[in-house]
T-cell receptor, first 112, second 112 residues
Framework: ETGVTQSPTHLIKTRGQQVTLRCSSQ?????VSWYQQALGQGPQFIFQ???????GRGNFPPRFSGLQFPNYSSELNVNALELDDSALYLC???????????FGPGTRLTVL | QKEVEQNSGPLSVPEGAIASLNCTYS??????FFWYRQYSGKSPELIMS????GDKEDGRFTAQLNKASQYVSLLIRDSQPSDSATYLC????????????FGTGTRLQVTL
């Protein structure tokens, strides 16, 4: 167990809806990164938050947005859901200044 | 486009044998390398990190890094059926915050 938690575990939405996924980082970690993993693929970097500021973003459209709170927990918001957004969404926490990231259990999102 | 390449497999090895997993990356300006294990339906679990040329051993696992040839490998000695999983290679490229770039993973099957 890494100490990183995510909720919910599974989620089913329909096209056009909005979704919020949540992540609590490991104790002592101030950096949270979000990844999308489609079936059969490696995780793709969405963005990273460090001390409540976005600190890097991957090749995802603006309808993917996030927040980090003072306790370093984080949210990923996706608006106007598309079928291709169906994937495993992974949150990873790390300590600022180190590259090692520890993943939470993930949220499986299905868009119908 | 910074890439990480892995053979998707499956790589099949008999129980007790050595499994050798390979990964190449596209940019010499990379600094940190990671191997994650991912069981079906689960999130990635960190196995090893390596930062310098040469070998790094941890129990049955050995990571090998050759920056001149731009490859990193993972050896699993005395392979067990419980090692059957997908192994993801991840690279942290210089100047990309703490973004990890993943390969698509190699599926390892350890047979009895």
């Amino acid at each position: 167990e890494t100490g990183v938690t995510q909720s919910p575990t599974h989620l089913i939405k329909t096209r056009g809806q909005q979704v919020t996924l949540r992540c609590s980082s490991q104790s002592g970690h101030n950096t949270v990164s979000w990844y999308q993993q489609a079936l059969g693929q490696g995780p793709q970097f969405i963005f990273q938050y460090y001390r409540e500021e976005e600190n890097g973003r991957g090749n995802f459209p603006p309808r993917f947005s996030g927040l980090q709170f003072p306790n370093y927990s984080s949210e990923l918001n996706v608006n106007a859901l598309e079928l291709d957004d169906s994937a495993l969404y992974l949150c990873a926490s790390s300590s600022g200044g180190t590259d090692t990231q520890y993943f939470g259990p993930g949220t499986r999102l299905t868009v119908l | 486009q910074k890439e990480v390449e892995q053979n998707s497999g499956p790589l099949s090895v008999p129980e007790g044998a050595i499994a050798s997993l390979n990964c190449t990356y596209s940019d010499r300006g990379s600094q940190s390398f990671f191997w994650y294990r991912q069981y079906s339906g689960k999130s990635p679990e960190l196995i090893m990190s390596i930062y310098s040329n040469g070998d790094k051993e941890d129990g049955r696992f050995t990571a090998q890094l050759n920056k001149a040839s731009q490859y990193v490998s993972l050896l699993i000695r005395d392979s067990q059926p419980s090692d059957s999983a997908t192994y993801l290679c991840a690279v942290k490229y210089t100047g990309t915050a703490s973004k990890l770039t993943f390969g698509t993973g190699t599926r390892l099957q350890v047979t009895l």
